[in-house]
């Protein structure tokens, strides 16, 4: 990937962190984005660079249109050029129904759906001549029937809709569009979503018997961002260590 430049939203923690880290082991320049942990991100960074790899934090908050625009004007300036986008940053709260409102739906739906469409528009918009990547990280809860996630589900479920269709629109310029849905994946996120008490009976229904790590979900980020995924469009991939809730 010497020479390209991604950009990975939500890369100052969890999965995106380890996203941008690979990316910059196979050679891209990336741009490590975050919306409050302006220390983290810089960690990130400077872990990077420690290796000899490439890159810079840039805040943006993903749920904020003009954020977005900010993001990737100030990744052109930067870099010049855009290759891969990975949409990973991604908001979750568990409510049940009787107390879902307005501001649950915009807190979810701002950050994981309006902001994978303006984040891919920005992309699309770059793109150079030799197409591009774009790899949204959806969730195996876009599928799954859990009491409470219903927002959040939907979200990535719109997720895996933005993935086909951008796929589909895309093609012709020879830029691929895939999802990676990954399964419970030690985080910060993680922390929140599922209690400490509930792991065994999550890892009891997976079948290699563990929680994912950032890491596996990033290496899949890298086969779909690297040349030889060129054949796979419109794509969601599930990265849940056979996970059969
Ligand atoms: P995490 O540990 O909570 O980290 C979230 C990252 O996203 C942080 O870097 C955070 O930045 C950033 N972020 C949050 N809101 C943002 C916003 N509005 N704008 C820009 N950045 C924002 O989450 P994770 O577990 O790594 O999750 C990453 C992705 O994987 C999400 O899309 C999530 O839905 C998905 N996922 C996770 C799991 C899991 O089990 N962990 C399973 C399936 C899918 P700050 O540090 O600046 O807040």
Known sequence: ???????????????????????????????????????????????????????????????????????????????G???????????Y????LERSD??????LFDVNVRGVLLASREAARRF??????????????ARAAV?????????????EALTRCHAAELGPRGITVNAVAPGFTQSDMLDVALPMDAREA????????RLGRPEDIADVVAFLASDDARWITGETLGASGGLRA
Do not use: C, W
């Open 93 to 96: 709260e568990a409510r049940p």
């Open 102 to 107: 307005e501001a649950h739906y915009a807190a």
């Open 128 to 141: 150079g001549d030799t197409g591009g990547r774009i790899i949204n990280i959806s969730s195996g809860a």
């Open 1 to 79: 990937m010497t020479g390209k430049v991604a950009v990975v939203t939500g890369a100052s923690r969890g999965i995106g962190r380890a996203i941008a880290e690979r990316l910059a082991r196979d050679g891209a320049q990336v741009v490590v984005n975050y919306a409050r942990s302006s220390e983290r991100a810089e960690q990130v960074v400077a872990g990077i660079r420690e290796q000899r790899g490439h890159a810079t934090a840039i805040q943006a908050d993903m749920g904020q249109p003009e954020e977005i625009a900010r993001l990737f004007e100030q990744t052109a300036e930067r870099f």
């Open 81 to 91: 050029r855009l290759d891969i986008l990975v949409n990973n940053a991604g908001a």
């Open 147 to 159: 009491p409470g996630g219903a927002v959040y589900a939907a979200s990535k479920a719109a997720v």
């Open 202 to 209: 999550m890892i009891a229904l997976t079948a290699l018997g």
